[in-house]
Nanobody, 128 residues
Framework: QVQLVESGGGLVQAGGSLRLSCAAS????????MGWFRQAQGKEREFVAA????????YYTNSVKGRFTISRDNAKNTVYLEMNSLKPEDTAVYYC?????????????????????WGQGTQVIVSS
């Protein structure tokens, strides 16, 4: 079992930045493909970003490319999502997630059904 706890959300003005953290416990995440999803009120869950086990490959949904950066520190058992140039449409609850099986490519990274563990989420609100 892997427990995931997100932090770093909050209220920020458009154009601002936030850094989300996802602290894992229970098992080392070095063998897990890690991802971030988000869900805005009244909308479906949406893929944001994912990172391979070693951190060598990153995947992003188009709307955040160039603004968000996912990273991981396996020694600290933590995954990060650096969010810059935030827009009101980025407002959502952001969830950290872990996938046990090997995943190579955008399709498996963006498929929420493939992920095995989820955090409780952290709220991000971007005001205009």
């Amino acid at each position: 079992q892997v427990q995931l706890v997100e932090s770093g959300g909050g209220l920020v003005q458009a154009g601002g930045s936030l850094r989300l953290s996802c602290a894992a416990s229970g098992r080392t995440i070095s063998t897990y493909h890690m991802g971030w999803f988000r869900q805005a009120q009244g909308k479906e869950r949406e893929f944001v970003a994912a990172i391979s086990r070693s951190g060598g490959r990153e995947y992003y949904t188009n709307s955040v490319k160039g603004r968000f950066t996912i990273s991981r520190d396996n020694a600290k058992n933590t995954v990060y999502l650096e969010m810059n140039s935030l827009k009101p449409e980025d407002t959502a609850v952001y969830y950290c997630t872990a996938q046990r099986f090997d995943c190579s490519g955008y399709v498996c990274s963006a498929n929420w059904n493939r992920y095995d563990y989820w955090g409780q989420g952290t709220q991000v609100i971007v005001s205009s």
